[in-house]
C-alpha cells in the first residue's frame, strides 16, 4: 500500500458515521410507526370480528330459544289441563336449563335490553340538550 495514496480524514469518517447512524435510527422510527399503525388496524379487525361473531352466536341462541320455547308451548296448549299440570314441571326445568345455557354464553337479558335502551334514551336527549345549548343565537 502506498502512503502517499492513502487519505485518511476523520472528519470525514466522522460524518459518515452520523449520517449512517441517523439513518439507523429513522429506520428504527419507520418500523416502530409501521408496527404501531398496522398493529392497531390488526386490533380494531379482531374487535369487529369479534363483535360479528358474537351478534351471530346472540341470534342464533335467540332463534333456537324462540324455536323451542314455541314448540313446548304448543305441546303444552295441545294438552288437557291434568297433562299440562304433568308437562309444566318439565317446561320449568327447560327454561331453567335454557337461561344457565344463556347466562353462560353472555348473553344478556330482556331486562339488560331494556336498561340499555333507556340508558341511550338519556344520553340522547342530554345530548339533544347540549347542542341546543351550543348552538349560537344568531342578532337580527
Not at 97 to 104: F, I, P, Q, T
Not at 108 to 123: G, H, N, Q, W, Y
Not at 125 to 140: D, G, N, S
Amino acid at each position: 500500500m502506498d502512503k502517499k495514496n492513502f487519505n485518511f480524514d476523520p472528519a470525514q469518517l466522522t460524518d459518515q458515521m452520523k449520517e449512517s447512524a441517523q439513518q439507523i435510527w429513522l429506520a428504527g422510527l419507520g418500523a416502530f410507526a409501521k408496527n404501531q399503525e398496522e398493529g392497531k388496524k390488526v386490533f380494531e379487525r379482531l374487535v369487529e370480528e369479534g363483535l360479528s361473531l358474537q351478534q351471530k352466536t346472540s341470534q342464533t341462541v335467540h332463534e333456537k330459544v324462540h324455536e323451542a320455547t314455541d314448540k313446548i308451548s304448543s305441546m303444552a296448549t295441545s294438552f288437557s289441563n291434568p297433562a299440562h299440570t304433568q308437562w309444566a314441571p318439565l317446561e320449568d326445568l327447560f327454561q331453567n336449563r335454557v337461561a344457565k345455557a344463556l347466562e353462560k354464553l353472555e348473553v344478556p337479558s330482556a331486562e339488560a335490553f331494556a336498561e340499555l335502551e333507556e340508558r341511550v334514551s338519556k344520553l340522547e336527549a342530554a345530548l339533544k340538550a347540549t347542542a341546543a345549548k351550543k348552538t349560537p343565537v344568531t342578532k337580527k
